[in-house]
C-alpha cells in the first residue's frame, strides 16, 4: 500500500564512525537506557544541514512540553528561517489535531517539527500535512521495511498482529510567515508502553530498524524531496504527484467510513476520493457525494452497523 519512495541519498545511514552519542544538554543520565540511546545533534546536522538541502538548523532537546509550540514561538518572533527543525528526546505535552494530548516515554519515538515557508498560493497549503503523510510513510517503507498506512487526514497506521494501529501523526499550524509542522511516531514502545490499546509502534510492526538517527534522516530527507517536489508545481498536488501518491498509501480509501464532523454531526459513506483540495470525498447512501474538509473519520467494519473496526480508534 505504501507508495514506492524517492531512493536514499545516505549511503552510509548509520552513526558516524567515532561520534559519541549524545544529547545536548543531557546529563549523567544520558545512559539510563542502553537499549534507547540518544540522537546525536552534531552527527544529524552533517547528515541534513548542507548545501542545497532543505534543512538549515537542527536543534535537540532533552525535553520540552511541545516542539511544534516551541518552533511556533520562534517562527512567530522571526528568529528562525524554512528549513529550521526541532526535535524533543521527550514531549510532555505533545499535541494532535483537536488539540488531543498524548506523551511517551524519553527517546522512544520520534518528535520533531519543522518550520516551512511554501512560495505556492496559500489555497494549497492544506496539502502540507497530506504531503508529509507521503514523505513519512515513503521513508519508513523503505528503512524501517514495514508497510506504513495514512489514515485521513493526518494518522500513521502499522499493523500488528493483523490489526491496523496508530504509530504516529502529523500536525499542522500556521505560524510567522509559514507553516510549523510537527510529527509524532512511536519507534520502540512495548505492549506495556502504549498510551492506548488501538496504538502501536514500529518496533511492535516488526520493524527491522529501530534507530532513530536512521529513521530521522530518512524522514526529513524524504519531506524534502516532495516538498520541493511540490514546490516546483507550484503546488499543484496532481503534477507534483503527491496526490496520486496519497491516494495509494491511504488506508481509508475504499472504507465504510463515519464521519464526525464539528458541531456534533456524522455521516456515514464510503470514501472513495482525496479530491484535489486535500478533502476527503464519501459516497453516501442516497447517492451523493459529500467531500469533508475537516472531522474525525472512523474507519468502519465491511458489515459495519455504524462499529468501528477492530484496532483503529478515532485520533
Not at 524517492?6 to 567515532?18: I, L, Q, W
Request: net charge negative; proline share 6%; with cysteine.
Amino acid at each position: 500500500m505504501t507508495p514506492q519512495p524517492p531512493e536514499n541519498r545516505d549511503k552510509n545511514p548509520g552513526r558516524d564512525a567515532g561520534d559519541e552519542v549524545r544529547t545536548e544538554g543531557r546529563g549523567a543520565g544520558r545512559w539510563a537506557d542502553l537499549e534507547r540511546p540518544p540522537l546525536n545533534a552534531q552527527s544529524l546536522r552533517r547528515a541534513l544541514v548542507r548545501p542545497g538541502s532543505l534543512w538549515t538548523t537542527l536543534d535537540v532537546v532533552d525535553s520540552t512540553g511541545s516542539t511544534n509550540t516551541d518552533l511556533a514561538k520562534r517562527a512567530t518572533e522571526g528568529t528562525v528561517a524554512e528549513g529550521a527543525v526541532l526535535v524533543a528526546e521527550e514531549q510532555s505535552a505533545g499535541r494532535g489535531r483537536l488539540d488531543r494530548r498524548w506523551s511517551a516515554p524519553p527517546r522512544s519515538g520520534l518528535f520533531f517539527s519543522v518550520y516551512l515557508t511554501p512560495r505556492v498560493p496559500m489555497t494549497r497549503w492544506g496539502w502540507l500535512p497530506l504531503l508529509t503523510g507521503v514523505a513519512t510513510a515513503t521513508a519508513l517503507s523503505r528503512e524501517a521495511g514495514i508497510d506504513t498506512a495514512l489514515k485521513w487526514p493526518n494518522d500513521l497506521l502499522v499493523t500488528v498482529g493483523g490489526a491496523e494501529r496508530k504509530a504516529g501523526g502529523i500536525l499542522a499550524e500556521r505560524a510567522g510567515d509559514g507553516v510549523v509542522i510537527g510529527i509524532g511516531l512511536n519507534v520502540s514502545l512495548g505492549d506495556d508502553e502504549l498510551p492506548v490499546p488501538t496504538a502501536g509502534s514500529l518496533a511492535l510492526a516488526g520493524a527491522r530498524s529501530t534507530d532513530r538517527e536512521i529513521l530521522l534522516r530518512a524522514v526529513l530527507r524524504s519531506l524534502d524531496h516532495w516538498y520541493g517536489e511540490w514546490q516546483t508545481a507550484q503546488g499543484d498536488p496532481a503534477a507534483s504527484r503527491v496526490q496520486e501518491a496519497y491516494a495509494a498509501g491511504c488506508a481509508t480509501l475504499g472504507r465504510s467510513v463515519r464521519a464526525e464532523l464539528p458541531g456534533d454531526t456524522e455521516i456515514l459513506g464510503e470514501a472513495v476520493a482525496v479530491d484535489g483540495d486535500g478533502r476527503l470525498v464519501l459516497a453516501t447512501s442516497d447517492g451523493g457525494r459529500r467531500p469533508i474538509a475537516a472531522g474525525d473519520i472512523v474507519h468502519l467494519r465491511a458489515a459495519d452497523n455504524g462499529k468501528p473496526a477492530a484496532g483503529n480508534g478515532a485520533g
